[in-house]
Every structure is written in structure tokens, then in C-alpha cells.
């Protein structure tokens, strides 16, 4: 089963993987690893993949390209992000783990995202992917520019006239700042949302203006870091997890173990709970996972792909005051 988005013909799988760690992301991946880890995720029925300039300086791109080159390409989709123009920097010293990425800094990154930066990221993401066509761009971090309100005015109408030429099957933006997320499902006509850790079993910012407005004008999400960076991707939750990125502060542990409690009393782990409630809100069409490793890929594939969990455990979650009672349920 796959979901459309927006009112593009871009069908996109429930399950989606998403590239960064493939990119280095914090620690090098052995180009043996990175492959076995997509094809994991290709045997365990995901036709959705997600990457980006950004991840790995490139690296995150080629690796996903390099293993795509041999599979039908109108059995899968590929979104890959602008914003970011990647140069070479042949006197960069040492590696790019000021951003994150465990790679040489042999290039760096160029915010731009006037008309013509747009149009070379994607012909340059094309030439790293090795892809005849891109299925879905999106706007990364847009309130991370210097120029973010260039982004409404030169980067999105570019990407509307590329849709409409077929070039694009379908464009969105990508952002962890509601704020961000919740103008662009209101002023534009993207297909759809890629929400950062903004609707998750633990927290539900994006009930309050995103996901509302996404239902309302038929905008498609796609649901990224639902295990808030980790925090919810183990069974115990505890301070060795990792929450947006850093440590945990005390309140949020808390309420993490809270709903892992509730989720044991009901026989339901903690990231099965996690996966399935992403995926509930009738906008979601497909929720991202990260991974870095085949076993990592398939324990998310797994955990999705049981049973739904009973609907006590969400009421219970409801009274315990762990979850918002506006948020919609898996059936």
C-alpha cells in the first residue's frame, strides 16, 4: 500500500528510510555497511528514500544512487532537498564533524537558494544520485538561511514551474521549526511537509497549527524523527538516550519512561508504540526512519509491521496526561 502526496502522482511507501546516516552522520560507515543497510531496508518493502546535499557533503547522495543503480526505477521514490550548494574546498582541513558528518572537509556548504542556486542543486544532486529524474524536492531548513524569506519568493515559485513542467513529480519543505512548517502549509501549494520530531508519541507541537492546516489544503507529511533522535527507538528509555540530538533533560526522561511504563502494562514496546502512533494522523503518508546499520533498518521494519496496539493503551495514556486527548489514534 502506498500514499500519494499532495495532489501530485508521487506514491510514497508507509515506511520510509531515510539517507543521513549512509552520509556519516556522526560516525563513518564502511561503503559495505551503507549498502547492506539499503538493501535491508529494500527487502523489508520500503520503496521510499530520503537524502540530501547536506548529509555527508554529498557522500549520503552517492552512496543511495550507487545502490538504486540497481533496481527498477519506477518501483521506488527519491525526494532529496535544495538550499544548500555544496563547493569545493580543496584547502579544508580535517573532517565535517562540526556538522555533524564524519567525512573530509574537501568541500563545503553554500546557503542559496535563489533560482538558479535551485536549478543546480538538482542538477547536481541528479549527477550524485545518478538519477534521470528526482521525484520529490523539498526545501531544507529554510529558517536556518540567511535569506529565508528568498526562500518563499525565488525558491518555491521555481519549484512550483518545475512541477508544472514535469521536471519534479513533487516539492515540499523540510524543517524541524513549526513555525516554518505551519506558514508554508498555509501561504503555498507544496504536496507536502517533512515534519522533524514536531508529532511524535512524545510530544505533538504540530497539532496546533501544522497538521490541521495539512489535513485541511490536502498536504502530505512525512513524519521524520519519531524516536526523537532515539530517546524512543529502546525499550527503557534512560539518560544514555540521546533527545534532539543531546542529552535529555530531566522533565523529558520522565515522560518518557512514563509512556514506556504504560506501553509495558499493555505488552507493547516502547519504539512499536512510537512507530504506530506516527503513522496515525490520517495527513501522515509515510514515516521516515533513519539507520546506519541492516539490523537497525530491520528492527524498525519489524516493530511496524506489528499489530496495532490496543486502544487502552492510548487511553491510558490520555488519562495519565502522557499523551494530547486531541491526537488521533491508530485504529
Not at 160 to 174: K, T, Y
Not at 186 to 198: I, K, N, Q, S
Not at 214 to 222: E, M
Not at 282 to 305: D, I, L, M, N, T
Request: glycine share 10%; with cysteine.
Amino acid at each position: 500500500m502506498t500514499r500519494t502526496l499532495g495532489g501530485s502522482a508521487v506514491a510514497v511507501s508507509p515506511l520510509g528510510f531515510g539517507a543521513a546516516s549512509i552520509g556519516n552522520l556522526y560516525r563513518a560507515v564502511s561503503p559495505e555497511q551503507a549498502a547492506a543497510t539499503v538493501e535491508a531496508a529494500w527487502q523489508a518493502g520500503i520503496r521510499y528514500f530520503d537524502t540530501a546535499p547536506h548529509y555527508g557533503i554529498g557522500l549520503s547522495e552517492q552512496r543511495l544512487g550507487g545502490y538504486l543503480a540497481g533496481r527498477p526505477r519506477d518501483e521506488y521514490v527519491v525526494s532529496t532537498k535544495v538550499g544548500r550548494i555544496l563547493v569545493d574546498d580543496p584547502d579544508g582541513a580535517g573532517d565535517d564533524m562540526a556538522n555533524g558528518f564524519a567525512v573530509p572537509a574537501t568541500r563545503r556548504r553554500v546557503w542559496d537558494y535563489s533560482a538558479a542556486g535551485v536549478r543546480r542543486s538538482i542538477e547536481e544532486s541528479l549527477a550524485r544520485l545518478g538519477l534521470d529524474r528526482i521525484d520529490v524536492v523539498l526545501m531544507h531548513d529554510p529558517e536556518e538561511s540567511p535569506e529565508p524569506e528568498r526562500v518563499l519568493r525565488e525558491a518555491y515559485p521555481v519549484l512550483d514551474g518545475l512541477r508544472e513542467e514535469g521536471v519534479v513529480g513533487a516539492i515540499g519543505v523540510g524543517s524541524k521549526d513549526p513555525a516554518t512548517l505551519a506558514r508554508f502549509a498555509t501561504e503555498t501549494d507544496v504536496d507536502a511537509l517533512m515534519v522533524a520530531g514536531r508529532y511524535t508519541l512524545l510530544e505533538q507541537p504540530a497539532l496546533d497549527d501544522i497538521l490541521p492546516a495539512c489535513a485541511a489544503r490536502g498536504i502530505s507529511v512525512l513524519n521524520v524523527g519519531v524516536f526523537n533522535s532515539g530517546l524512543l527507538a529502546v525499550e527503557w528509555p534512560d539518560e544514555t538516550r540521546p533527545y534532539e540530538y543531546g542529552a535529555a533533560p530531566a522533565d523529558i526522561l520522565a515522560r518518557a519512561q512514563g509512556i514506556a511504563t504504560t506501553c509495558r502494562r499493555h505488552g507493547v514496546t516502547l519504539p512499536q508504540a512510537a512507530l504506530a502512533f506516527a503513522a496515525a494522523h490520517p495527513a501522515v503518508a509515510s514515516v521516515v526512519v533513519g539507520a546506519g546499520k541492516p539490523e537497525h533498518v530491520q528492527r524498525s521494519a519489524e516493530w511496524f509491521a506489528l499489530p496495532t496496539p490496543p486502544a487502552s493503551l492510548w487511553a491510558d495514556l490520555v488519562a495519565e496526561g502522557l499523551l494530547r486527548p486531541d491526537a488521533p489514534v491508530p485504529a
